[in-house]
């Protein structure tokens, strides 16, 4: 099945918080309210959802989405197993089964079916309609929509419309303050506190060139992955332009340009 889905586990993965989303979070959970995250890559949404799924107990499934993902992808479709032709529910229609936590991560990917089908599960009615099974199922309790979007990164043709947008309470999300991702690299990577200041400090100032010569800033994923170098023995500045500067594009005079940054700030 196009998508990918999981169910998260019992132990909450680490997150530390950098405002009230813990709280709005839950606040959406027990009144039965979607949630939409807004964000750029690589800010922590996504490990928020699952530490949020686990804290409440509900089961997880993630679906990343993609522009040849559609409705019945999301919905379930008709297999042949064994020479049988049987139903086969897809994650969505698990999760409203369940009672489980739908993550569609960065939701405007999908195909256009994608949003008629979330919206009857976004108001109070609560229901998924199954048209090839001429279901309609209830949302079981703790079923909960989830969906993200980075809004700086889309274009007009890949944005949630506002008949959508609007039937979702709505969290923002940013690259955490130094004194937030410090922390959060030295323990996600086990590089000391130290060179990974100096780590974020960078990425700081690469992000501020977004929307100049980058159309993204480094991610803390990416700050994540320098320091995990950085810790297993590589050269500071070997994990830097593998994990900070490669992927941030594929020009090679702004690639120089970054580099040159990186000795201006590292020293």
Not at 258 to 263: F, H, S, W
Request: aromatic share 6%.
């Amino acid at each position: 099945m196009d998508g990918t889905f999981n169910i998260g586990g019992l132990d909450a993965p680490f997150y530390l918080p950098q405002a009230d989303e813990c709280d709005i979070f839950a606040a959406a959970f027990a009144k039965n309210l979607p949630l939409l995250l807004k964000g750029p890559t690589g800010c922590g949404k996504t490990r928020f959802v699952a530490h949020m799924a686990a804290r409440l107990g509900r089961p997880l499934y993630t679906v990343a989405c993609h522009d040849d993902l559609s409705a019945a992808d999301l919905i379930g479709r008709y297999l042949l197993k064994g020479g049988e032709t049987v139903w086969v529910d897809g994650p969505l229609t698990r999760a409203v089964r369940e009672g489980a936590i739908c993550y569609l991560d960065e939701v405007v990917e999908a195909r256009k079916d994608v949003a008629v089908v979330l919206h009857p599960l976004t108001d109070d009615r609560r229901i998924l309609p199954i048209d090839r099974t001429g279901e309609e199922l209830q949302a079981a309790p703790g079923f909960m929509l989830v969906a993200s979007y980075n809004p700086g990164y889309q274009n007009i043709m890949k944005t949630l419309k506002p008949s959508t947008r609007q039937r979702f309470l709505s969290v923002e999300f940013t690259f955490p303050k130094p004194e937030h991702e410090i922390p959060v690299v030295v323990r996600e990577s086990g590089l000391d506190g130290d060179r990974v200041s100096l780590l974020v400090r960078l990425a700081n100032k690469l992000r501020g060139l977004k929307g100049q010569d980058l159309e993204e800033g480094v991610s803390t994923r990416l700050v994540v992955y320098a320091a995990t170098l950085i810790a297993g023995g590589m050269s500071m500045d070997r994990a830097i332009r593998a994990a900070m500067i490669e992927p941030l594009t594929d020009d090679a005079d702004i690639r120089a340009g970054l580099m040159d940054l990186v000795v201006a700030v590292m020293g």
